[in-house]
Nanobody, 114 residues
Framework: QVQLVESGGGLVQPGGSLRLSCAASGSIFSGLTWAWYRQAPGKQRELVASITRGGSTSYADSVKGRFSISRDNAKNTVYLQMNSLNLEDTAVYYC????????WGQGTQVTVSS
């Protein structure tokens, strides 16, 4: 049974930074394209960033230049470095594969507020 455990969220002021982590236990981690998603209150879940098994990355326009996705195959972990956070980044952040191979984890709350 694969478990996705997201962590690293919190309360941050506009302009601040956070680094999210997602540990994917029991998965065939290294062969998959992983992604970070987020869901803001009253909005649909959206894909924020993805990273292929070869390390190629892709970002939503809203986060391009501010967020950076990376992975550590040895640790079955994917990361999301978030810089220059703004109020619109407030959401619950989740990881999964781009094909939504696994069930959703509990997510990690990111709140950007002054």
């Amino acid at each position: 049974q694969v478990q996705l455990v997201e962590s690293g969220g919190g309360l941050v002021q506009p302009g601040g930074s956070l680094r999210l982590s997602c540990a994917a236990s029991g998965s065939i981690f290294s062969g998959l394209t992983w992604a970070w998603y987020r869901q803001a209150p009253g909005k649909q879940r959206e894909l924020v960033a993805s990273i292929t098994r070869g390390g190629s990355t892709s970002y939503a326009d809203s986060v391009k230049g501010r967020f950076s996705i990376s992975r550590d195959n040895a640790k079955n972990t994917v990361y999301l470095q978030m810089n220059s956070l703004n109020l619109e980044d407030t959401a619950v952040y989740y990881c999964n594969t781009v094909s939504l191979r696994y069930g959703w984890g509990q997510g990690t709350q990111v709140t950007v507020s002054s």
